[in-house]
């Protein structure tokens, strides 16, 4: 039986999350082994490391979101991404 990291979040962040701020949230996604997927409360669940996939998000201020990690650093990779969309 598989383990997967899931950790709810609310995005909380001085700035939507725009271009600039998408880069810098794949690249450091991509530090980590784990695979990452984020899911709205739409449904819609994306590669954390595909640019492409977060920017389709167009996520905002005060949203929820799930963060779901899977590998052998999942748990530094879930905290990590955490720690991004609320600092």
């Given amino acids: ?6 950790k709810s979040v609310v995005v909380n962040m001085q700035n939507d999350l725009e271009a ?13 082994s784990s695979q990452i997927y984020m899911e709205s409360g739409d449904n819609k669940r994306v590669n954390v490391k595909s640019i492409m996939g977060m920017m389709s ?14 590998g052998e650093d999942e ?10 969309l609320t600092k």
């Fill in 75 to 84: 748990e530094a990779a879930a905290a990590a991404i955490e720690e991004f």
């Fill in 20 to 32: 600039r701020p998408i880069a810098l949230l794949v690249q450091k996604a991509n530090q980590f």
């Fill in 1 to 6: 039986m598989e383990i997967i990291m899931k």
């Fill in 57 to 70: 998000m167009a996520l905002l201020n005060g949203e929820e979101v799930v963060i779901d990690a899977e």
